[in-house]
């Protein structure tokens, strides 16, 4: 007979945290996976009326589940998205096709159910959990000096986490802001190095000057902040934003729930990035949604060793990817659960031993 956990999940006690080496210490110390729960998903997907291994990836979905859910029966009764929103003292340089102020109105947007990402949430039957940091306080001009304080990087990631429902099935992280596929490629830059057009796209359509500027500015935080970071926690404070920090407290919070997290885009996965290079076990409940648009996102996952669902052509963000894969998810998770068993079709254990063999 199938079972589920029933344990209560308790919140994660974000105002512990107050610094960095706070979370430094928080992040050795993650839980892992108890791998009895995947063993009886394992001894069932034998069971079922298909070849073993005949559903692909569909089958490492359910595994992954079972493993970060502590249950041999995945679920997809609640899934969240999360968007976090923050505005970058960088769009001064002109990085960007759109002004600072359609971060606030995309939030409203959000708010109103009116985006692409509220749009897949209903279809995928997910909460939304927006999450505005600060818009008119933008982050500083990293070219010169850290975009945040210690104090406001700490306060970003609790954020994040306190954005996490205890009871979500998977966490799908997204976000908006307007220049920070700008900070995204900063970010990949100072933690690898490599050249600034290795990281650097079009982002929202910018056209060739902007592109030079971005460039530029990518070159110039190396620059700053390249001699002077220690772990990815470091990278973020200098040269991520507030919704990027908080993206990486929700995906800190997700682990300590026992909750898988389904990553969405570049951003995303520079937030990602940046706690795989404080702890290079952080990320071990995650899944990448997509390959993004972002040309410097398919160099991240290499360096993260993940390898996207999808690969769609996305470039949007605010999420999109990783709901999109979250259908896939439920689709592996309604046909494990579901299917019969050649048992209960009357074809016996030895029959099919001797088939597949």
């Known amino acids: 007979m199938l079972k589920t956990c029933t344990t209560p999940k308790k919140a994660p006690l974000s105002h512990d945290i107050r610094t960095l080496d706070d979370i430094r210490g928080l992040i050795e110390t993650l839980p892992m996976a108890n791998e009895g729960p995947v063993i009886e998903a394992r001894q069932r997907d034998i069971g079922l009326t298909k070849p073993r291994g005949s559903l692909g990836r569909l089958e490492e979905i359910v595994f992954w589940l079972c493993r970060w859910q502590q249950s041999s029966i995945p679920s997809m009764e609640n899934p969240q998205t999360c968007v976090f929103a923050g505005n970058h003292g960088i769009v001064q340089h002109d990085v960007s096709a759109f002004p600072a102020s359609v971060t606030a109105l995309m939030v409203e ?12 949430s209903t279809e995928l039957g997910a909460e939304v959990t927006v999450r505005a940091l600060d818009l008119d306080r933008p982050t500083r001009d990293f070219t010169v000096e850290a975009a945040m304080s210690e104090d406001e990087c700490v306060d970003a990631f609790r954020i994040g986490m306190e954005a996490v429902n205890p009871e979500a099935s998977l966490l799908c992280p997204g976000e908006m802001g307007i220049g920070n596929t700008t900070s995204a490629a900063a970010i990949c ?149 579901n299917m019969a068993s050649f048992g209960d079709i009357g074809i016996s254990a030895d029959a099919i031993s001797g088939n597949q063999n």
């Open 189 to 337: 830059h100072v933690l690898w190095s490599g050249t600034p057009g290795d990281w650097v796209g079009s982002g929202t359509g910018i056209n060739k000057a902007q592109y030079d500027r971005k460039i530029d500015v990518v070159k110039r935080a190396k620059a700053c902040h390249g001699t002077s970071v220690k772990d990815g926690l470091d990278v973020l404070r200098c040269v991520g934003g507030r919704e990027i920090v908080a993206m990486a407290g929700a995906i800190i919070a997700a682990r300590l729930l026992h909750i898988p997290v389904m990553l969405d885009g570049f951003i995303c996965g520079a937030a990602a990035a940046a706690l795989h290079e404080t702890s290079s076990k952080s990320l071990l409940h995650c899944m990448v949604g997509h390959g993004s648009a972002e040309p410097g996102h398919r160099l991240l996952l290499d360096r993260i060793g993940k390898r996207p669902l999808l690969d769609l052509d996305l470039r949007l963000g605010e999420g999109t990817g990783a709901v999109i894969a979250g259908l896939i998810v439920r689709a592996a998770v309604t046909c494990h659960n």
């Open 109 to 120: 947007n959000f708010v109103g159910g009116g985006a692409a990402i509220n749009q897949l």
